[in-house]
């Protein structure tokens, strides 16, 4: 599923939530800055477009550079950046935007890049349990499976991460959770399916981890996304207003959109067929997208969005988004 990441654990201290980092750094040094991104969906030329629009504000130093052949590297700087869920399926490069999260992961500082499971990736756990072979993430092998449970109880993949004012997961909780117990619920999951991949007991395992690990990995009774679904599952319609600050993605829409306290940051593949001349504004770039891709930047004092215009440039919206 996911190319090889460190192979080392990462430290439990730094798995859950910033507070790790900004205890092991030094009494003087400035809290990191969050970065987000959501359902990237296999559309590398979008995601570059949407993380290089740190780069292109002038008020925000990289949190990604790109080299000479275009591909993007950790920029050094006093970031955090979590992809919240949903990295492969739909889209033309699902092998790419691995490799960049894989790249991002090693060339940063322990902690610094933070994957969030999403539904699409839970299809890799329990793929005979959903049928949907025509996908990537249908596809894989029973070694790439295995190495996504490595991620997971290494500490590179989590239920959910928690930010300076905000939990980041991909679909989000209607009440309040332990990330912590999340993920370690994750982690049980991960390491039980490990030891029955390939085996006679993976398809009976695979149902076992949505009905045992419901919290996480749960789906709803009359819809996949329904009300009792789990932090992977669960539409944002079932988000009330009044939900734990949250930053999630899973649910499609046209602009970042805030309800209450949560704020959804689905917004790449509604913005895909928008005219414009290139997503930086260049028009001897090739890709299609018109603008409209977008990343979150949670400081301990804001949260805002930062969102690509059909003319190249980059807006920044404080939340609530409007």
């Excluded at 992961?105 to 839970?122: D, I, Q, S």
């Excluded at 913005?271 to 977008?294: F, Y």
């Amino acid at each position: 599923m996911l190319p090889r990441l460190p192979d080392s654990d990462l430290d439990d201290s730094l798995r859950d939530g910033v507070d790790g980092l900004v205890a092991a750094a030094d009494g003087d040094a400035e809290p990191p800055t969050i970065v987000s991104i959501s359902d990237i969906h296999g559309y590398l030329d979008d995601a570059r477009s949407a993380l290089l629009t740190l780069a292109d504000h002038p008020d925000y130093p990289p949190v990604v550079v790109e080299d000479d052949d275009g591909r993007l590297h950790w920029a050094d700087e006093n970031y955090v950046l979590v992809f919240n869920g949903d990295l492969v399926d739909r889209g033309p490069a699902n092998e790419g935007v691995l490799e960049l999260v894989a790249r991002l992961t090693a060339e940063a500082p322990p902690g610094r890049v933070r994957v969030t499971l999403g539904n699409h990736e839970a299809l890799v756990l329990s793929p005979d349990q959903f049928g949907f072979d025509e996908w990537f993430s249908g596809q894989v092998d029973d070694a790439a499976r295995r190495r996504l449970c490595e991620a997971i109880i290494d500490g590179h993949i989590v239920a959910a991460y928690t930010g300076h004012r905000v939990t980041y997961a991909h679909a989000g909780a209607d009440e309040p959770y332990d990330v912590t117990a999340a993920t370690e619920s994750l982690v049980a999951a991960a390491e039980t399916l490990q030891e029955a991949i390939g085996t006679d007991e993976d398809r009976a395992m695979q149902e076992r981890l949505i009905t045992e690990f419901p919290a996480v990995l749960g789906i709803g009774r009359n819809h996949l996304k329904g009300p009792e679904a789990g932090l992977v599952w669960l539409h944002f319609d079932h988000l009330s207003a009044d939900a734990p600050p949250q930053v999630v993605g899973h649910t499609r829409h046209d602009t970042p959109t805030t309800k209450g306290r949560v704020h959804c940051q689905n917004v790449l593949r509604n913005n895909l067929d928008s005219p414009s001349t290139g997503s930086r504004g260049d028009p001897d770039e090739t890709t299609a997208t018109g603008g409209g891709e977008a990343v979150f930047v949670e400081t301990p004092e804001t949260l805002s969005a930062l969102i690509r215009q059909p003319d190249g440039s980059v807006e920044r919206r404080p939340s609530p988004f409007k």
